[in-house]
């Protein structure tokens, strides 16, 4: 029996890990604090900070996986290359993670290696070099630490006057300890997307998902849809795009490439994550014929994956925390026709934090605008809290 080491149990982690014990492997499920989603439902659970790499190695030392599965950003990577070294299969490769931890390195890899069309960027460590950069790039301008998760530091800056609220919101949203921040021009696009990539093994084809659109508030996933318009000739570019990039890093497994759509029609890469992305949940909602997480396991272990379908029309919609739970309510969403929800499990509840999603979904033809409010009305009676409130 394959013997798997998570390293992050967040939703995304949970569900890979019901596919993996699905499928008969063995999980064990690493975090920061305990009762996490995916150990709820892993074989074993280790608690410890994945920045601490004497404590990565000691566990993975004690478990001797097969295979390392990264769920987060915030791990001591250098770490994962030795593991990979010794004969360990990290997802989707060292090499991946490693460039993909912050995002300086995966922006540059694009930008000034590959070629890949993106916005302007500089980034700046000092308050000064933040001023500086900013002057280059112009207003409006975004703002993100180098490496953060779910939005965290991430705000969009009108003027000058805001620079030093920014600089400090970003370096206090920095995860681990790269204490940069990354100043981005500000693109007036039409619209954001997801394309979800597949890597394989045995020189089977890189294979995509329909595109997937969504929306952030903050830098935060709060609606996703499945299918996602688009013209054939952005689709290509962005498949180019997402090959180019995923080949240069290399390994196995599921990617969440995001673009941006500008409003001539072109494209321009964003972000890439090189793991199941929090828009993709929409494909629990029967949208293609296996699930992000279905795919990543099987690219990760080596399995056919014979051809991704879409069989439904389908959005999902996030459920945030009012600040305290006494019980969900589920029952509205259930009470209507091909609706489901997903509470996550997460032990604590601080106001404005991801509890749960609201998948619906239509035959294929089905308006997606129609889909995407009925996921946002049907979200906000679980906790009584609007998809796109304000968090604190």
Not at 203 to 217: A, D, M, N, S
Not at 264 to 277: A, I, Q, W
Not at 330 to 351: H, M, Q, W, Y
Request: aromatic share 8%; net charge negative; with cysteine.
């Amino acid at each position: 029996m394959k013997k798997i080491l998570l390293l992050g149990s967040g939703e995304l982690g949970k569900e890979f890990v019901i596919a993996a014990k699905r499928a008969g492997l063995y999980v064990i499920a690493c975090d920061r604090y305990d009762n996490a989603p995916a150990m709820q439902v892993a074989d074993e659970r280790e608690v410890f900070s994945m920045l601490d790499g004497d404590a990565l190695d000691s566990v993975i030392r004690k478990h001797q996986p097969d295979i390392i599965v990264p769920e987060i950003e915030a791990i001591r990577t250098e770490r994962l290359i030795e593991a990979e070294k010794s004969g360990i299969q990290v997802v989707p490769s060292a090499r991946a993670v490693n460039f993909t931890m912050n995002r300086q390195a995966i922006r540059d890899l694009a930008s000034r290696e590959l070629g890949v069309p993106t916005a302007k960027y500089q980034y700046a460590k000092t308050i000064e070099e933040f001023r500086a950069a900013a002057k280059e790039i112009g207003f409006p301008c975004v703002v993100k630490p180098l490496m953060s998760s779910s939005g965290h530091g991430q705000s969009y800056v009108h003027n000058a006057e805001e620079l030093e609220q920014a600089f400090k919101d970003a370096m206090e949203g920095s995860r681990g300890d790269v204490k940069e921040v990354i100043i981005e021009e500000f693109i007036e696009f039409e619209s954001e997307f997801t394309l979800l990539t597949v890597t394989q093994q045995h020189g089977w084809p890189t294979i995509f998902c329909p595109p997937i659109g969504h929306i952030q508030k903050g830098g935060d996933y709060r609606e996703s849809w499945q299918p996602y318009k688009i013209s054939d000739a952005a689709l290509k570019q962005a498949q180019e795009m997402a090959d180019k990039v995923t080949r240069s890093l290399t390994g196995y497994g599921i990617w969440g490439v995001e673009f941006f759509l500008k409003k001539d029609g072109n494209v321009l890469f964003s972000e890439l994550s090189p793991r199941p992305h929090d828009t993709g949940m929409v494909t629990l909602g029967h949208t293609t014929n296996l699930s992000e997480f279905e795919l990543h396991l099987r690219a990760v272990m080596g399995w056919p994956i014979h051809d991704i379908r879409l069989e439904h029309a389908g959005a999902s919609a996030v459920v945030l925390s009012p600040g305290e739970i006494k019980e969900y309510n589920v029952n509205d969403v259930l009470n209507e026709e091909c609706s489901r929800v997903r509470i996550f499990g997460k032990p604590t509840a601080p106001f404005g934090r991801r509890m749960g999603v609201v998948l619906c979904y239509g035959d294929v033809t089905a308006d997606t605008d129609q889909l995407r409010d009925k996921a946002k009305r049907l979200a906000t009676t679980v906790l009584g809290t609007d998809p796109y409130m304000k968090k604190h």
